[in-house]
């Protein structure tokens, strides 16, 4: 199994901290986040290869992380070549640029790697083992607005409905931004991309992809945190340097 990190955008809404450093570097308590998802991935002893997706712009940042990385997962880098917002991919089209550019044949753990994790990826990664499915790591929100997220509703698990970021929220259960795609479906994202429909979040792929295929979600249980913006990253800054959240 490779795990593949979703590192491509510009982070628009954190501007002007990310025109300095890409989102997943940004440091919690002096570590970027990049690390505390590295951490969760470490223990899957399935995965063989950690592949970071990222864009031209922010290559060196990369890099430099890359070099100084000294944990026990082989680590890739693949770089797609926008220099800017308006020339992106997307997660979907930085996603098949990493897959195709590495002749990629094995089953993936994709992370948005501008999430803070605190949750059971492991878990996940058996889950999947028994079921073989297409997986979404999903998520229930308690005192948070469901819309600004990928809202899923589900019967028995079975993902029944998909909504990318709906104004009006059939649920509050949500994706956080963590799958795993079997080998033999790796395809449908090349075919999905070849009906020129919208490369951008997953969310609008995974819209599509219920319609054709089962897709099965995993409830993710611990700390989920979206850094979407200033106020949210400097929010869990506070929190792990006072201790309200534990981390490894």
């Known amino acids: 199994m490779k ?36 951490n969760k991935i470490e223990d899957i002893d399935e995965i063989d290869e950690i592949l970071i997706s990222t864009n031209k712009y922010f290559e060196n940042h990369f890099l430099y992380w890359v070099e100084k990385y000294r944990g026990k997962k082989k680590i ?29 044949y ?9 999430n803070f994790l605190e949750v059971n990826l492991r878990d996940m990664v058996d889950f999947f083992k028994k079921e073989r499915k297409i997986i979404i790591g999903v998520y229930e929100l308690l005192n948070e607005d469901p819309s600004r997220f990928g809202v899923v509703c589900m019967n028995n698990n079975i993902i029944t409905d998909f909504q990318e970021k709906p104004k009006q929220p059939k649920s509050n259960i949500v994706s956080t931004g963590c799958y ?16 020129n429909l919208n490369p ?22 611990g700390i989920w945190f979206d850094i979407g913006t200033v106020e949210a990253y400097k929010q869990l800054d506070s929190l792990i340097r006072g201790g309200l959240i534990k981390h490894i």
Not at 11 to 33: A, D, H, T, W
Not at 84 to 103: F, P, V, W
Not at 205 to 221: A, M, Q, Y
Request: charged content about 25%.
């Open 106 to 114: 094995d089953d993936i753990l994709i992370v948005a790697s501008d």
């Open 200 to 221: 951008d979040a997953l969310g609008y792929f995974f819209e599509w992809l219920i319609k054709r295929e089962i897709v099965v979600g995993f409830k993710l249980e």
């Open 180 to 195: 795993i795609i079997p080998k033999e479906k790796i395809f449908l994202i090349d075919m999905y991309l070849n009906s």
């Open 3 to 38: 795990a593949i990190l979703l590192a491509g955008g510009f982070g628009q809404r954190l501007k002007p901290i990310s025109e300095f450093v890409p989102k997943p570097l940004l440091p919690l308590n002096g570590k970027p986040l990049l690390d505390f998802i590295i």
């Open 76 to 104: 890739t880098l693949v770089v797609e070549p926008s220099l800017k917002e308006e020339e992106k991919l997307g997660a979907i089209g930085g996603l098949n640029y990493t897959i195709k550019s590495s002749q990629l």
